[in-house]
């Protein structure tokens, strides 16, 4: 689908190649996104040792990490929704969903850097387990692919909205 600018005349080409890649990044934070939340279910932390060895996982009740899968399935969601948008003007990336990846990758670090102290009498019993681990390598995976996805994106086409009648945009 091609829309004509009313200004300069420029063509916007729904099928250029640098949308496919913007739209298949978006795609990819989405499928992270999802990930993330399956990573929620698996155990992120461990308190003692031996047979008194309890696991936590990143849903388990009052546990920060559940910000962590939050921010990373709003960001997913947010981009896959961006992608899907067929609206001239609209779309994807932005940086709201790379803002909210990168959060989710600060909470997540600052999550495993924090154990030791999440209380006085635990403290270095704390361990990590694979889930915050998965978290943190999907959530910069994430973070990084929205913001590749955000760096190449070109705004240089314009497309004339100032026209009122039916199919203003289309071409």
Same mark, same amino acid.
């Given at each position: 689908? *091609?829309?004509?600018s009313?200004?300069t ?13 913007e ?10 996104g ?20 309890h696991?936590?996982?990143?849903? *388990?009740?009052?546990?920060?990490t ?10 997913g969601?947010? *981009? ?10 609209r ?21 495993w ?7 006085p ?22 973070t ?9 994106r070109?705004?240089d086409?314009?497309?004339?909205f ?5 199919g203003?945009?289309?071409?």
């Open positions: 689908m *091609a829309y004509t009313g200004t005349g420029s063509t916007y080409n729904d099928h250029d190649t640098s949308l496919k890649r739209r298949m990044l978006s795609m990819i934070g989405g499928v992270l999802v990930l993330m939340f399956v990573w929620g279910f698996l155990r992120w932390f461990n308190v003692g040792d031996g047979p008194d060895q696991k936590y996982s990143g849903y *388990a009740f009052q546990m920060p559940v910000a962590v899968v939050g921010f990373s399935l709003a960001a969601l947010i *981009a896959v929704l961006g992608a899907t948008e067929r609206r001239p003007g779309g994807v990336p932005s940086a709201i969903p790379t803002g909210m990846a990168a959060t989710s990758l600060l909470l997540a670090i600052a999550i850097l924090g154990k030791g102290s999440i209380s009498t635990l403290g270095s019993a704390v361990g990590v387990e694979i889930g915050l681990i998965l978290a943190v390598i999907t959530a910069a995976l994430q990084v692919v929205l913001a590749v996805g955000l760096k190449s070109h705004d086409r314009t497309v004339d100032s026209r009122s009648s039916g203003s945009a289309a071409r």
